[in-house]
């Protein structure tokens, strides 16, 4: 029997019944075709209720589109499930589940260096100090000459530099201290700045020299500043990164660029009578600092006359090292997973 043929119920019946069995999508679609589409079993009925009885008329119009209705959820709820059918149909032939939860992301985290120059950005930052930042590819001159450090000076050999052209004009910076000459270049005094980087020396690594490692500068200019001024600026610094009192010695250490100049060494944690990281000495070099040289404030375009400042050097991976207990300053370059994931 044709759809012509049958009364609305009947074409309701045998709509559900093929919608339920249709094999697979494109058998789906061709059977909405056939009932809502144009032309189509439900237009028919339509199109036919002008030739009907006036009385006839609005019941017949209701049941058509009641008739629509009820195709178009089962047509839908079948698409729903051979959908269905065809994932399951691909997990039996490949083993492949896409509706399987996803293995969960692995999260990352801060490097210690990243997390150690933070909280040192924020202490600076709380006492009232700018975050500089300056290029690890340095003129000669910002990283030697105005910092009192000529071409054949001793200094330089403590220093050995990875020069990047032929001329000897630009360099990779061996220390953070040229950002001191950009600082007193752009900034007004008074002024205190820190500048956290990477640094490069050309020498031979062990458990505490590596060929790559991280330093923070720090600058200070103002009116009558001294010692007294630095060794609490030390103190402070020192505190507030160790959050306890650590053991540490002040002696006198050279830098061309400060007069005086002071070293500044923490008590070794890794041992009581000297191992590989102290070099048997039971201190570790940390905080270089001193009064800056008058002649560095006149390069930088400060008269010394008017103003005078304190400088300092921190070894920012050694004190990464002595925050978390790392006995060799080559595992925060490796990269090693092993290593950065215990942090
Ligand atoms: C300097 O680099 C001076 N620019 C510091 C300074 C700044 C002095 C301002 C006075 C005023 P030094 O070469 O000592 O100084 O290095 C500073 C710190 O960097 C050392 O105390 C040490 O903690 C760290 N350091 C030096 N060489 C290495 C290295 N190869 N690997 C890891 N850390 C190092």
């Known amino acids: 029997m044709t759809s012509n043929e049958l009364n609305p119920e009947e074409l309701k019946a045998q709509g559900l019944q093929r919608a339920a069995s249709a094999a697979n999508e494109s058998e789906l679609k061709a059977l909405e075709r056939e009932y809502l589409g144009k032309g189509g079993v439900i237009q028919g009925l339509l199109s036919a209720i002008p030739t009907l009885e006036p009385s006839e008329r609005g019941a017949a119009g209701k049941q058509a589109n009641m008739l629509k209705g009820a195709l178009s959820v089962a047509f839908e709820a079948r698409s729903a499930e051979l959908a269905l059918e065809a994932v399951e149909g691909e997990r039996l032939a490949t083993g492949f589940d896409a509706t399987m939860p996803a293995p969960g992301v ?12 933070r909280e040192l950005e924020d202490l600076f930052h709380s ?21 009192n450090i000529p071409a054949d000076h001793p200094a330089r050999d403590s220093q050995d530099t990875f020069y ?17 000459v950009r600082a007193m270049k752009h900034l007004k ?24 490692f991280h330093q923070m500068e720090g600058l200070v200019v103002g009116k009558d500043i001294s010692v007294g001024h630095l060794i609490g600026a030390m103190k402070t610094l020192l505190a507030g990164i160790f959050g306890k009192e650590i053991e540490v010695r002040l002696r006198p250490g050279y830098f061309p660029f400060v007069e005086p100049g002071f070293e500044l060494d923490a008590r070794c944690p890794f041992c009581t009578e000297g191992c590989s990281v102290c070099k048997r000495t039971t201190w570790i070099e940390l905080l270089p600092c001193g009064l800056v040289h008058p002649s560095v404030l006149r390069a930088g375009g400060i008269d010394p006359e008017e103003w005078s ?25 490796s990269g090693d997973l092993r290593f950065l994931e215990q942090f």
């Not at 500089?132 to 340095?138: C, I, K, N, R, Y």
């Not at 990047?164 to 001191?180: A, D, F, I, M, W």
Request: hydrophobic share 35%; proline share 6%.
């Open 127 to 147: 006492m009232g100090y700018t975050i500089l930042d300056g290029p690890e590819v340095e003129t000669d001159h910002n990283n030697f000459e105005a910092l």
């Open 309 to 333: 400042g304190f400088a300092f050097g921190l070894g920012l991976s050694r004190l990464v090292m002595l925050r978390f207990g790392i006995d060799d300053v080559r595992h925060l370059l």
């Open 189 to 212: 005094p008074p002024f205190r700045a820190v500048a956290p980087g990477k640094v490069f020396r050309q020498e031979s690594t062990d458990a505490s020299h590596e060929h790559t």
């Open 164 to 180: 990047c052209n032929k001329e000897g004009s630009l360099v990779l910076r061996t220390h953070t201290s040229p950002v001191q």
């Open 106 to 117: 692995e999260r990352g985290s801060l490097h210690p260096i990243t997390q150690v120059t």
